[in-house]
């Protein structure tokens, strides 16, 4: 009986040292651009800031990325080799977006959270990495795969085709206008689907410029016509699902904002204060000299 005993509760004490591990594992994902080399995966690893095989790997290929970017990115940006990769950890219902890149030149994170709730992906801990500079719009494919991976849950089609749109023209936007404000405009317009599914072309053309002159934004024909475009392919989706998700995001947006911010300020002082020892040993070699 002691001996059975003992059996069991070597088991259990097993059983209960794997468990957190094996549902770590379970709750992350690493997704490599098929065209990496070695040196180039192990160089992505390094900015996910987690080891290779202490998370379960998968791949994402070139055929991939074009199944959501044909149509919205130009085929030259979108290229014939997968290099962008992605981390994705899942966390706690309520914990909100935590999303940041490397080596990504043209998608901000605010840029990513923002569609990513259109998709559907929330409460999750992304890192968007590539062994050298790219656009980054490619990166949503491995999201939705390492995110459909991890729930057992098959995103919308429709709504993942709608989130790459969104992430191009928002992007595009923000190469004019900033990319915190592009989201804002963007997210409000999201926010007002059940309005904006009932005008017309023309009612839509006034409130965005309405919403972009909160912002002290105007926008060109172009820019107008490409967010009336996403207002119609917003109207696929479920308007309150999609409500609720942009309203979780608001405030994980505010503070990317706020933290911009106050890096932005903090350089600010740095340069400042750069500028006044500066000034002063400037002054005194001026003294001294004569």
Request: aromatic letters at 6%.
């Amino acid at each position: 009986m002691k001996k059975i005993l003992s059996v069991l509760l070597a088991v259990l004490c097993l059983t209960a040292l794997a468990t957190p591990a094996y549902a770590e594992l379970n709750q992350s994902r690493a997704v490599i651009g098929a065209d990496l080399n070695d040196e180039q995966i192990a160089a992505v690893y390094q900015a996910f800031g987690v080891s290779r095989g202490s998370v379960i790997e998968l791949k994402v290929t070139n055929q991939e990325e074009r199944q959501y970017l044909e149509g919205y990115v130009d085929s030259a940006i979108i290229g014939t080799r997968s290099i962008s990769s992605v981390y994705v950890e899942l966390l706690p219902e309520g914990s909100g977006m935590d999303v940041t890149t490397s080596n990504i030149t043209w998608c901000t994170p605010e840029m990513y959270i923002s569609a990513l709730a259109t998709a559907g992906v929330t409460d999750a801990k992304v890192v968007v990495a590539a062994p050298f500079e790219v656009s980054g719009t490619a990166a949503l494919t491995g999201i939705y795969k390492a995110y459909e991976d991890m729930t057992g849950k098959k995103l919308d089609d429709l709504a993942k085709l709608v989130s790459t749109q969104e992430l191009t023209i928002t992007g595009e936007l923000a190469e004019e206008i900033g990319s915190m404000d592009s989201t804002a405009i963007v997210n409000d317009l999201k926010l007002m689907l059940d309005e904006t599914s009932k005008m017309s072309d023309e009612e839509i053309r006034q409130q965005i410029i309405q919403i972009a002159a909160t912002y002290n934004v105007k926008l060109t024909d172009k820019q107008i016509q490409q967010l009336i475009d996403l207002c119609r392919s917003l109207e696929g989706l479920d308007a309150n699902a999609l409500r609720s998700r942009v309203e979780e995001v608001q405030n994980t947006l505010k503070k990317v904002s706020e933290a911009k911010t106050k890096v932005v300020g903090f350089v600010d002082t740095v340069k400042k204060v750069v500028t006044s020892i500066k000034e002063f040993f400037d002054k005194l070699s001026a003294i001294f000299g004569k």
